[in-house]
């Protein structure tokens, strides 16, 4: 079955940063698009940032520029790494990918960012 297991988030101080990692299983992982969501107390679940099989990337405009994507086909891991981090970044972040036209999500992982 999928699997998606995220891990890296913290508490840290606005204008730290953080490094995310999703360790996926079940899928063949370098077939597939893997990108990260995150939702906030009270907000929708939001796209933050996508990477393709073939390593092209796009993010939501309020990330660009502080948030980077990256995958490691070898170790079936992607990362989110996350730059001058902002107490508006605070949410849940959660790891996703599309597998056999179903779409998948990991149990997510905590950012909180302080001012």
């Known amino acids: 079955q999928v699997q998606l297991v995220e891990s890296g988030g913290a508490l840290v101080q606005a204008g730290g940063s953080l490094r995310l990692s999703c360790a996926a299983s079940g899928i063949i992982f370098n077939f597939v698009a893997m990108g990260w969501d995150r939702q906030a107390p009270g907000k929708q679940r939001e796209l933050v940032a996508t990477?393709?099989?073939?390593?092209?990337?796009n993010y939501a405009d309020s990330v660009k520029g502080r948030f980077t994507i990256s995958r490691d086909n070898a170790k079936n891991t992607v990362y989110l790494q996350m730059n001058s981090l902002k107490p508006e970044d605070t949410a849940v972040y959660y790891c996703?990918?599309?597998?056999?036209?179903?779409?998948?999500w990991g149990q997510g992982t905590q950012v909180t960012v302080s001012s």
């Open positions: 990477i393709t099989r073939g390593g092209s990337t």
């Open positions: 996703r990918t599309t597998w056999r036209a179903r779409d998948y």
